[in-house]
């Protein structure tokens, strides 16, 4: 059997190293660039310099693929597909072009960063981050001791940490978004204030309730036009989320959420011998049991060897996500998992919450105290786990994980009261998760 995988990143690498290990096909992978398993979640230390580079960066290399039947081509681009004569129409590097064909194909062509028309956009000086090489333009630019004031469009996650590498560089830094808050999609109130507060403090200018209307400039930029009047700029940073890469399906495949690929709990698409992963396909939400648009890495490596293993004949299906993530803003870890109040209620979801502020819980790095703030949302009826928010200095990914899985089974806030956890003086707190289920009960 052939198979073709078209994008080597993250759904990509990790589908291919399925196949690779389960053996029995051959294997054609393609990528448009010559990078491939960039970790974008680190391009925030590169460019706020705690790295001294972008190059470890990487987990994998062509070669890693390459033998054995498998051919990797990087720096050539799929044109389009016949999903009927099951044949790809591609570009090398050299403009050289030429068709494969494939028994079943993976798509895992992932996302781009969203570049609204904001007039003005296209001038020099203005990035947006994803890619090896936009790590590149941004550092090189940043170093540059005339590039002063930067000015960051969006405070999601990839701006807010943006804001916090460009202080870092030592540059005057302001943050716009037409939202009332920072991190407006994917918190609540108290944890968006908590975050701001360690950027205002060191000097990071916050503009929320904003909205961006234009760059001024003639070649570079030189200014941002916002409904709070105009701010002189030497650099922009644009961060509106992304949009998946999905082209080559168009007017063939079926589309869900987002933009994103249909699929199934297979990674399927309509047709029976392809298979979408990664950003450019949805994924089932346990929180709000809704197919959505999921942009993260863990969720493309998931899917990447979840459609491995389908397309290798070992049926297996997705469990569905919760969208975890993790935020580190000047040492104040933000950690979520599953929706917010505020995302609950903007899907006509009836939830409530219960709140442990400000608890004092030991740092098992170090044996002090430090401050934990926390939230679990549970739905009105049924009382089922369905979104949780921490903050704080210590590092509770443990917390959250155990949080995600609660809320990935549907856990009621009642059960979450007395799951058991072990005490040992040395490495865990007070039983924060008790303490917040109970005040539910
Ligand atoms: C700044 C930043 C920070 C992030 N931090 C985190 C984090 O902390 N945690 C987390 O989980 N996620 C994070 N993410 C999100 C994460 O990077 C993405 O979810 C992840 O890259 C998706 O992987 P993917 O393989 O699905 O797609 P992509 O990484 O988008 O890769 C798709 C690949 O397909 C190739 N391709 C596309 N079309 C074609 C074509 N026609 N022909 C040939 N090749 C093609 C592309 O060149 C690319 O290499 C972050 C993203 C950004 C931008």
Redesign the pocket.
């Known amino acids: 059997m052939k198979v073709i995988i ?7 690498c990790a589908a291919a190293k399925t196949l690779l290990n389960l053996g029995g096909v051959q294997l054609h992978i ?4 010559r990078e ?1 398993s ?1 970790l ?2 680190g ?2 230390l590169w460019i706020g310099g705690q790295l001294a580079s972008g190059e470890g960066l990487f987990y994998a290399s062509p070669d890693d693929f390459s033998g054995h039947g498998t051919k990797v081509f990087i720096e ?4 389009s597909i016949d999903f009927k004569s099951r044949k790809i129409f591609c570009t090398d590097k050299h403009g050289k072009q030429f068709v494969d064909t494939y028994d079943k194909l993976l798509l ?6 969203r570049r609204a028309g904001i007039p003005g956009i296209d001038l020099d000086n203005i990035f947006s ?2 890619t090896y090489r936009d790590g590149e333009a941004t550092v090189r630019q940043l170093a540059r001791p005339e590039v002063r004031r930067i000015g960051i469009v969006g405070a999601g ?2 701006g807010v ?1 943006m804001a916090e590498a460009c202080c870092r560089q030592g540059k005057e830094v302001y943050l716009f978004d037409t939202a009332p808050r920072i991190l407006y999609t994917h918190t609540d109130r108290i944890f968006s204030e908590l975050i701001a507060k360690r950027m205002t403090d060191r000097g990071i200018k916050i503009y929320t309730g904003t909205r961006v209307t234009g760059f001024d400039g003639t070649k570079s930029v030189n200014g941002i036009r916002t409904s709070r009047g105009r701010f002189g700029i030497d650099m922009a940073l644009v961060n509106l989320g ?1 949009e998946p ?1 999905t ?2 399906g168009r007017g063939v495949l079926n589309f869900g959420p987002g933009g994103t690929y249909r699929v199934d709990d297979y990674q399927q698409t309509n047709l029976p011998d392809v298979y979408a ?4 396909a949805c994924v089932y939400n346990n929180a709000t049991e809704e197919y959505e648009a999921v ?6 490596i998931r899917t ?1 060897i979840i459609a491995a293993l389908n397309i290798a004949g070992f049926p297996s299906p997705h469990h569905g996500s919760q969208a975890s ?2 935020l580190s803003i000047y040492d104040m870890k933000l950690l979520t998992t599953g929706i917010s109040v505020r995302a609950a209620q903007n899907l006509g979801l009836d939830v409530k919450w219960v709140d442990v502020e400000d608890a004092e819980y030991l740092n098992a790095s170090d044996g002090n105290k430090v401050k934990v703030t926390l939230r679990l949302v549970y739905m009105s009826s049924d009382r089922a786990l369905v979104g949780a928010q921490i903050a704080s200095l210590a590092d509770l990914s443990g917390m959250i994980h155990a949080l995600s899985l609660a809320v990935q089974n549907r856990m009621t806030i009642d059960a979450l009261a007395w799951q058991d956890v072990f005490i040992m003086s040395e490495i865990t707190g007070e039983n924060l998760l008790r303490k917040a289920a109970l005040q539910a009960g």
């Open positions: 078209i994008g080597l990143n993250h759904a990509g393609y990528d448009q660039m491939i960039f974008s979640c391009m925030a050539t681009r799929v044109d895992t062509t992932g996302s781009r960063p981050v994803k996650y990839v940490e992304s890469c082209e080559l992963a990664g950003d450019c942009s993260l890495a863990s969720n493309a990447g993530s993790g």
